[in-house]
């Protein structure tokens, strides 16, 4: 396989190093973005799964961190999002037809990471419903070391609705022939961050986060999703409920839950972090649903975490120090005040 340069998204401004982005091809057809950051004399590579509505360039700051600290990171752009296809003539709603074509992206870029001829150990490290995909990866056979999940998709917290009536819904809107329109309460057509002040967002506590997520929302709508179709909503909660039976994978794991989680199902996480014998459960006060993107003192703890995961406590693992000290040049320099921006969202 020879990847296929791909764009990749940086402001001017930025000090970080770009990714090397590419385009992959799933055996389905669908065409994928990847996006490499490499570090140098890498130790290992990340096998970064991002959540829904994501794109690579969202992560480029952690991504910085993790290169600092020795280790490769590779990304992707599900099918539906980002610059991958989008699949139905709806493109601004996350959709699927099956929640396993997933695996079908997982597999490409496992194969491209084995073309790149990335250093192994391999490790993943999942937020949202990159968790619930990453966990099915495991299942098949994910040739990784260990394991880390960020507020993992293992249950939606569709409070108020019961869950069988959302998965009622969901099918009765299929049956309509509207299964790919957007379900109720998922947020429309709209772009979260534009669309959501600050003070209200349910993903992180950091204004000079949110106010670059802002940023990039508004030089580069191409790359933004809102929200979810029927079909992917009752897609995902059946999902949820099938990863619920599976028995805990055989490796290391760090599993993260902020005190101010709103979108994923909080007892779904604490009931498999408590059946998995070899993982550890971090909890984060105050801690919203993205912790790579929240406040630097909960950053550094994930961070610090995760590394001890990878480097098992070893001399390598002083590179982190490094890494958090280098977190104010790899943030955008120009960031307004989030709380400012709201005002003219």
């Known amino acids: 396989m020879t990847p ?44 970064l799964f991002p959540g829904r509505t994501e794109y690579a360039e969202k992560y480029g700051p952690f991504a910085a961190r993790l290169t600092d600290a020795g280790l490769n990171v590779l990304t992707i752009d599900w099918r539906g999002q980002g610059l991958a296809d989008r699949l139905q003539d709806r493109h601004r709603l996350g959709h699927i037809d099956e929640f396993a074509q997933y695996q079908l992206d997982v597999l490409a870029m496992v194969e491209a990471a084995t073309a ?51 998965l009622g819904l969901a099918g009765f809107a299929g049956r309509l022939g509207r299964g790919g329109r957007a379900a109720f309460g998922t947020g429309g057509e709209g772009t979260y961050v534009l669309d959501e002040p600050f003070r209200d967002n349910m993903l992180t506590g950091d204004a000079d986060s949110w106010a670059r997520l802002l940023r990039e929302a508004a030089a580069w709508p191409e790359l933004t999703l809102g929200g979810a179709s029927f079909r992917w909503v ?44 070899d993982a550890r459960l971090l909890d984060l006060p105050d801690g919203h649903h993205e912790v790579m993107m929240e406040r630097p003192e909960l950053q550094d703890r994930f961070l610090l975490a995760f590394l001890e995961l990878v480097y098992g406590g070893s001399a390598e693992a002083e590179s982190p120090a490094a890494s ?14 989030a709380e400012a921006m709201d005002s003219g969202a």
Do not use: Y
Not at 240 to 246: D, E, H, I, N, P
Not at 253 to 264: C, D, P, Q, W
């Open 116 to 166: 790149l001829d990335l250093p192994e150990p391999w490790h993943l490290l999942a937020h949202s419903m990159g968790g619930a995909i990453g966990l099915a990866a495991l299942e098949n056979g994910l040739p990784v070391s260990t394991a880390t999940f960020s507020a993992p998709m293992w249950g939606i917290n569709h409070a108020p609705i019961p869950q069988g009536f959302a």
């Open 324 to 337: 958090m000290e280098s977190r104010d040049s790899a943030t955008d320099p120009q960031l307004a005040d």
């Open 234 to 277: 009752g897609e995902a909660l059946r999902e949820c409920r099938r990863l619920a039976t599976l028995p805990a994978p055989d490796l290391p794991a760090l599993i993260t839950l902020g005190s101010r989680e709103m979108i994923v199902s909080a007892p779904a996480i604490r009931k498999r972090a408590a059946e998995w014998p």
């Open 4 to 47: 296929t340069s791909a764009p990749f998204h940086q402001f001017d401004d930025t000090t970080q190093r770009p990714a090397q982005a590419f385009w992959l091809r799933s055996d389905d057809d669908i065409r994928l973005r990847a996006a490499l950051w490499r570090a140098a004399d890498a130790a290992g590579t990340v096998l």
